[in-house]
T-cell receptor, first 110, second 115 residues
Framework: GEDVEQSLFLSVREGDSSVINCTYT??????LYWYKQEPGAGLQLLTY?????DMKQDQRLTVLLNKKDKHLSLRIADTQTGDSAIYFC??????????FGPGTRLSVLP | KAGVTQTPRYLIKTRGQQVTLSCSPI?????VSWYQQTPGQGLQFLFE???????NKGNFPGRFSGRQFSNSRSEMNVSTLELGDSALYLC??????????????FGPGTRLTVL
């Protein structure tokens, strides 16, 4: 079945860039997403990328997609303490439901 | 526009009881999906409702059921609760559910604790 993998933890210093990585197995994935979850809250959509794109930039966020390797990354520039959260990678295909990764807990150290 | 609302936010039940959770989607959204989030299993898809019909179902036992009303509000029911059902239950709404980039907007979740 479909599977999405992420590393579980990442620590960075405030002001540095964070890169969160994700791999997926479904080669027919059409859309790939990044969600953020803060403590006690639901998931907030950060950004998404369509599978025919290889990069998308949105302010401090840059998404890179390597479709050949089924690898997705999220780069957060100038990481702030408010960016501390769990980041979920998710994929879906037309007519299918979302499949989420286990989440990467990002800790931003002052 | 109001976001996705879920009630109650917290719930404590004992084994063997049943529970009903409610989700009100964003106005105009017709699809509601339910997820179970636990530390061990992560986010797992339960089911999706669209126009009062269950359109997709995850791999959960029949104790987990749901329904959707004509106003798109959805309820999820868990019968004969087990300790392992303790989790954060998240509801997500979207405009149509499939096709295109159909963004899902999540509610804050209902934290269910089974004692």
């Amino acid at each position: 079945g479909e599977d999405v993998e992420q590393s579980l933890f990442l620590s960075v210093r405030e002001g540095d860039s964070s890169v969160i990585n994700c791999t997926y197995t479904d080669s027919s994935s059409t859309y790939l997403y990044w969600y953020k979850q803060e403590p006690g809250a639901g998931l907030q959509l950060l950004t998404y990328i369509f599978s025919n794109m290889d990069m998308k930039q949105d302010q401090r966020l840059t998404v890179l997609l390597n479709k050949k390797d089924k690898h997705l990354s999220l780069r957060i520039a100038d990481t702030q303490t408010g960016d501390s959260a769990i980041y979920f990678c998710a994929e879906r295909n037309y007519g299918q439901n979302f499949v989420f990764g286990p989440g990467t807990r990002l800790s931003v150290l002052p | 526009k109001a976001g996705v609302t879920q009630t109650p936010r917290y719930l404590i039940k004992t084994r063997g009881q049943q529970v009903t959770l409610s989700c009100s989607p964003i106005s105009g959204h017709r699809s509601v999906s339910w997820y179970q989030q636990t530390p061990g299993q992560g986010l797992q898809f339960l089911f999706e409702y669209f126009s009062e019909t269950q359109r997709n179902k995850g791999n959960f036992p029949g104790r987990f059921s749901g329904r959707q009303f004509s106003n798109s509000r959805s309820e999820m029911n868990v019968s004969t609760l087990e300790l392992g059902d303790s989790a954060l239950y998240l509801c997500a709404s979207s405009l149509a559910g499939t096709g295109g980039n159909n963004e899902q907007f999540f509610g804050p979740g209902t934290r269910l604790t089974v004692l």
